[in-house]
């Protein structure tokens, strides 16, 4: 439409949007839940997850983790600290001290359904 923006604003105004990065550019999901089903699930978000001690890694496209981490932060996971994002890869944090095995399964299981 012609405005300036720096791409800090358009990606946080298009994450604040809901608007969803795939093969074909971003798009809006016409529900914010089906949009994370679809992503997670469709276009494989998700591309590896390893755990070490208290910690997830988790690999994504690129320009993917943000959106991951902060789908995981909102997330019913309860035994998620927080999360730590990059461009491709997302560093989940475990409440246990020895969680991250168990949490990386969580993921696997949270990306199967969508949610």
Request: glycine residues 10%.
């Amino acid at each position: 439409a012609g405005y300036r923006v720096t791409q800090a604003t358009a990606s946080r105004d298009l994450e604040e949007i809901g608007a969803v990065r795939g093969s074909a550019g971003y798009q809006l999901p016409n529900s914010t839940e089906a949009s994370l089903s679809r992503v997670l699930s469709n276009e494989n978000l998700i591309l590896s997850v390893e755990a070490s001690g208290n910690l997830a890694v988790v690999r994504t496209p690129p320009g993917g983790a943000q959106l991951l981490a902060s789908n995981l932060d909102r997330s019913e996971l309860n035994s998620i600290i927080g999360t730590i994002a990059g461009d491709d890869t997302v560093v989940v944090i475990s409440k246990s001290s020895s969680g991250g095995s168990t949490l990386a399964a969580a993921i696997k299981n949270y990306a199967k359904k969508g949610r």
